[in-house]
């Protein structure tokens, strides 16, 4: 999975099915991973197929979470001999997709954040250093400040306490050496990815909640409409981080 740790869907995951082997790595600049400036989305297939290679693995299936799911993505779009489906549970869709309006329904703290990303990426990692710096002393501090923009399904998902466990460690552990890898994802999700999701020629899961307002419910339907063989999800009621209970589907559909 290009991303990093989905906490405890995969906890759910793993008692689900035994037999698969699951394997994720840290995105340029996140955890231990060295920073690449100006990483494209598309390089994310260059990285997977590494991962792979060096694991010894030829055909695999490639599932992302959020900021995962383009890059899987990628995966699909330029790994096609060697992917053999892939899942993109509340992803993003292009910037610059076509007949997209990019920010209807977000957040008004996404809409901020993105909009920096397009026009002063500079300000947006002065930004983001001193706010990653404070989460890695305070995580739970991320969630408060985004209390107020979430809707009630995402509020309910996060009174699991296990859920909330896995998103502080996810972020401490994301953040613990510096914010390049929030920063590069953000670039790169606003610049050309690289590779055009219509060209997918594979199997793709997209799944996605009605409520969610971090990647709000038209970048869905743009990829629904895009990707030729995809296989579309809307949960109703569900918001973003209702994703963390939809990993053992995902990976019965990529079976």
């Known amino acids: 999975m290009p991303g990093s740790r989905l906490g405890v869907a995969l906890d759910d995951a793993a008692e689900r099915h035994p037999h698969v082997r699951f394997f994720a790595y840290d995105r340029p600049g996140y955890g231990d991973s060295d920073r690449a400036p100006g990483r494209r989305v598309a390089d994310a297939a260059a990285d997977s197929a590494a991962v792979a290679d060096a694991l010894g693995i030829d055909a695999f299936a490639v599932v992302g979470r959020s900021g995962g799911g383009p890059h899987a993505l990628a ?21 610059d997709g076509a007949g ?18 397009d026009s002063d990426p500079a300000a947006l990692e002065r930004r983001l250093a001193p706010r990653a710096e404070a989460i890695r002393r305070d995580p739970g501090r991320l969630l408060e400040e985004l209390r107020a923009d979430l809707p009630a399904a995402d509020l309910e998902v996060l009174a699991d306490e296990r859920v909330r466990r896995s998103v502080l460690a996810t972020h ?74 939809a990993l053992s589907a995902a990976l019965d559909w990529l079976h």
């Open 100 to 117: 997209l309006d990019w920010f209807a329904g977000m957040t008004p703290y996404n809409v901020e954040h993105y909009t920096l990303a």
């Open 75 to 95: 995966c699909a779009a330029l790994l096609p001999g060697r992917v053999t489906a892939a899942a993109c549970l509340v992803g993003l869709a292009p910037r």
């Open 172 to 245: 401490r552990e994301a953040l613990r050496t510096s914010a390049y890898g929030w920063l590069d994802d953000s670039l790169a999700f606003c610049r050309p990815w690289g590779f055009e999701p219509a060209g997918i020629t594979g199997r793709v899961l997209l799944w996605h909640g009605a409520e969610d307002v971090f990647s709000p419910v038209g970048h869905f339907h743009w990829l629904a409409e895009h990707i030729g063989r995809s296989t579309a999800v809307l949960e109703p009621g569900a918001g973003h981080f209702a994703a963390q209970y």
